[in-house]
């Protein structure tokens, strides 16, 4: 244990997803030994993002705005939505340059272990964005697990019905992994190559 | 194939092992209790990914470690290969092959052909069908790695599939089942044609080695199941069947809040010139069946692979009489064969003798 202010840091980081004790304490005796403004700055920022950010009332990305700047970027292609399971995709996919499209953050997947179904995610308003935004194609891009496929064609099923063509991410993404794994150049491909289901 | 040496730190009783076996036959003689089998259990997970005593893996870590490791060289025609295993206490585990990750741990299950025999074998005959349905679905992944991957992929769409009519019932979202009986359809069917591949190479085997065990009779498999799956299918075949008995028995899944149709429920019997073994055999005869089921693991994987199995016998001379026992080891090859007994003399066969006391092998 260490002294209270200290200690408390110390617990807060190992909170985080992937910080163990070791690393929490090495992080914490770093911000005690750097200048106090980039210390500030550090606080300042996880006060703000907390402060300010919301979520995009289109498509659930995160944005300081009523919508993201994905949404309001007008050389962006309505007509194509590509969904996917998290927030932290979308940059993930931006980086390929294959897609000119808007997003739809569905908020997981399908997982009835998990007490994750439909009512859950944000399924009603991609639907509403189908018809209200006169979408061409749906792309389907949640992780390439068992719950991310049996969501793509949950989706597929509801959404072929209003007459949208519905494709998932072309295979040769690693089975079983996330988004965020998968580099750029296997995942442009991924979106070229896509599929119709 | 032929295991070179073997290390285990903080695996059950084991805080530091190294063991050299021979070549040939192992005899691991010591009282109950002293970690023989234990031995025979590490060797195994190399090969299998997992316990023969069918407990879970974060058991087998001693309580005084953070974590048990396993390692072990074994000699193949083109070298050799390492498997090494690191179990942590809450049960996580990283795999190493030749000192890499392995792209997938199933490619870990092709490397090290291992057949265990042990005396709850006989389970195997005398009891429900799961462990029949284990046995052809574990033979069937030790022949092609893939099985291994469809036979999880099928547990796991089963799960979701049961979890949701467990939670909803008959008010469970029907567009989210149908989702759900499509993935289930699809490795089922899988998993039913592996088996039917298992069964298909094992047939020829499994008579010859019920014939040399010194019984009569023809021993062969009747495969039973609810939903229609026929030896003659093939996948398109079967998931058109199985599709199908999932949609006929929806209202009974939405009632009973499970799934009551599919692989997981089939009866792979065992029949005697055409009487059902569990039944009907005597406990003679179903104790000379349990053998000639591993014998026929071992010859097909013989047959299937370019190296010899490696041969675990737990414990099973003390169940036979000497005549018996020593007909037994003369039906596998001549590959390396590990023997437990309490007893040295209940084993009347030549081979290293090695004793086990302390967590200690010698
Ligand atoms: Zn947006």
């Known amino acids: 244990m260490f002294e209270p202010p200290v200690q408390r840091l110390i617990d807060e980081l190992a909170r985080l997803p992937g910080i163990g004790q070791k690393s929490a304490q090495r992080l914490a005796f770093h911000i005690l030994n750097v200048d106090e403004v980039d210390a500030t700055r550090l606080a300042d920022a996880i006060v703000e993002m907390r402060r300010d950010v919301r979520l995009c009332s289109r498509c659930f990305n995160v944005t300081a705005d009523e919508e993201c700047s994905i949404c309001r970027d007008l050389r962006r292609d309505p007509a194509m939505i590509c969904a996917v399971e998290r927030a932290q995709d979308i940059p993930v996919l931006e980086k390929t340059h294959e897609f000119n499209g808007r997003y739809h953050v569905l908020g997981g997947a399908i997982s009835p272990i998990a007490g994750i179904g439909p009512d859950q995610l944000r399924v009603a308003e991609l639907v509403n964005r189908v018809e209200a935004e006169s979408v061409e194609e749906v792309i389907v891009a949640t992780n390439p697990t068992m719950e991310g496929d049996t969501t793509a064609l949950y989706l597929a099923r509801l959404l072929k019905p209003l007459g949208v063509t519905v494709t998932r991410l072309a295979s040769g993404l690693p089975v079983g992994g996330d988004l965020d794994y998968a580099d750029e150049i296997t995942l442009g491909r991924a979106l070229v190559g896509r599929q119709e289901l | ?362």
């Not at chain 2, 005396?119 to 679905?137: A, F, I, Q």
């Open chain 2, 1 to 362: 194939m032929e295991l070179n040496w073997l290390e285990l730190n903080g695996y059950r009783c084991y805080a530091n092992l190294h063991f050299e076996p021979a070549p040939g036959v192992n005899v691991l003689v010591g009282n109950n209790g002293t970690g023989k089998t234990s031995v025979l259990e590490a060797i195994a997970y190399l090969g299998l990914l997992r316990s023969f005593r069918g407990i879970p893996d974060e058991s087998i870590v001693s309580t005084e470690a953070e974590s048990a490791v396993l390692r072990g060289e074994f000699s193949v025609p083109s070298g050799s290969v390492r498997v090494e295993v690191e179990i942590a206490q809450d049960g996580r585990r990283a795999i190493l092959l030749n000192g890499k990750r392995p792209k997938r741990n199933r490619d870990v299950l092709a490397q090290v052909p291992v057949v265990v025999f042990h005396p709850d074998d006989l389970d195997v005959v005398k009891r429900g069908p799961s462990l029949r349905r284990g046995y052809l679905d574990d033979l069937a992944a030790q022949l092609r790695p893939q099985a291994a991957a469809d036979q999880a992929e099928y547990d796991r769409a089963l799960r979701q599939r049961n979890a949701l009519l467990r939670q909803e019932g008959r008010s469970a979202d029907r567009a989210t089942l149908d989702a759900w009986d499509a993935r289930v359809t699809e490795a089922g069917a899988r998993v039913f044609v592996h088996r039917l591949r298992v069964l298909d190479v094992l047939d020829e085997h499994l008579g010859e080695a019920y014939r040399l065990v010194g019984a009569s009779g023809r021993l062969a498999w009747e495969y039973i199941s609810n939903w229609g799956a026929a030896a003659a299918d093939d996948l398109a075949a079967a998931e058109a069947k199985l599709s199908r008995a999932l949609a006929a028995r929806r209202d009974r899944d939405l009632d009973q809040r499970t799934t009551t149709t599919g692989p997981h429920r089939d009866d792979p019997m065992l029949v005697v010139d055409g009487r059902p073994a569990r039944t009907m055999a005597s406990q003679g005869e179903q104790r000379t069946i349990a053998v000639s089921l591993r014998v026929g693991a071992y010859r097909v994987l013989a047959q299937e692979r370019p190296t010899l199995p490696i041969l675990l016998l737990d414990d099973v001379f003390s169940e036979l009489d000497p005549r018996r026992a020593r007909g037994v080891l003369d039906l596998f090859g001549g590959g390396q064969v590990f023997v437990t007994t309490a007893r040295d003399d209940d084993v009347p066969v030549d081979g290293r003798r090695w004793v086990v006391e302390g967590g200690v092998v010698r």
